[in-house]
């Protein structure tokens, strides 16, 4: 079965360092997404991604993050300086369409800890 | 602000039983939602969804109810097993592509 994969699974760094989050979507899928699951508490969207362009962001997704899509495949996440708030699961989702018409996919997210 | 939230965080319930999970939405244009399950240390993990046209959905074991007129959401589970132990979520969606997701109940099964 195809599934949404993310690296790394876990992730220390330091305050102020630079972290990239990946994720491999579902092959077919043309929609993809960040979300943020702090410890204890509900997903929070990031960031939607559709034809090479953000179509949506959150207000947590400030100047700090960016995504990418370098390839036909990897779907990145950056922070650019990292602060200790950001520690957080981070989950990659793709859709095969649009989210009002369609399963979101997610991946098994990586934990990041910013020290 | 527009919130999807959940009545109760824990939920305990005897193998065999039936369980039910209640969200509540505020937003009366969300027009589709979802139930997602999340295992310890894994993603969320699709269950089952409904749009706002709708007032129930069946899947295998599980069932979605929708109360628009109170703006309320449940997942019944019939004959809750071990491995249905897990945070659930119901996500709303009322703008674009994003998801809103409530703050979850965690179910626990007890053999």
């Known amino acids: 079965e195809p599934e949404v994969t993310q690296t790394p699974s876990h992730q220390v760094t330091q305050m102020g360092q630079e972290v990239i989050l990946r994720c491999v979507p579902i092959s077919n899928h043309l929609y993809f997404y960040w979300y943020r699951q702090i410890l204890g508490q509900k997903v929070e969207f990031l960031v939607s991604?559709?034809?090479?362009?953000?179509?949506?962001k959150s207000e947590i997704f400030d100047d700090q993050f960016s995504v990418e899509r370098p390839d036909g495949s990897n779907f990145t996440l950056k922070i650019r300086s990292t602060k200790l708030e950001d520690s957080a699961m981070y989950f990659c989702a793709s859709s095969e369409e649009a989210s009002g018409t369609g399963e979101l996919f997610f991946g098994e997210g990586s934990r990041l800890t910013v020290l | 602000g527009e919130s999807v939230g959940l009545h109760l965080p824990t939920l305990s319930v005897q193998e065999g039983d039936n369980s039910i999970i209640n969200c509540a939405y505020s937003?009366?244009?969300?027009?589709?939602f979802i139930w997602y399950k999340q295992e310890s240390g894994k993603g969320p993990q699709f269950i089952i969804d409904?749009?706002?046209?709708?007032d129930k959905r069946q899947g295998q074991r599980v069932t979605v109810l929708l109360n628009k007129t109170v703006k309320h959401l449940s997942l019944q589970i019939a004959a809750t097993q071990p491995g249905d132990s897990a945070v659930y979520f119901c996500?709303?969606?009322?703008?674009?592509?994003?998801?809103?997701f409530g703050t979850g109940t965690s179910l626990t099964v007890i053999p």
């Open positions: 991604f559709y034809n090479n362009e953000i179509s949506e």
């Open positions: 996500a709303e969606i009322w703008t674009g592509n994003q998801f809103y």
């Open positions: 409904i749009r706002s046209n709708m």
């Open positions: 937003n009366s244009a969300s027009d589709y």
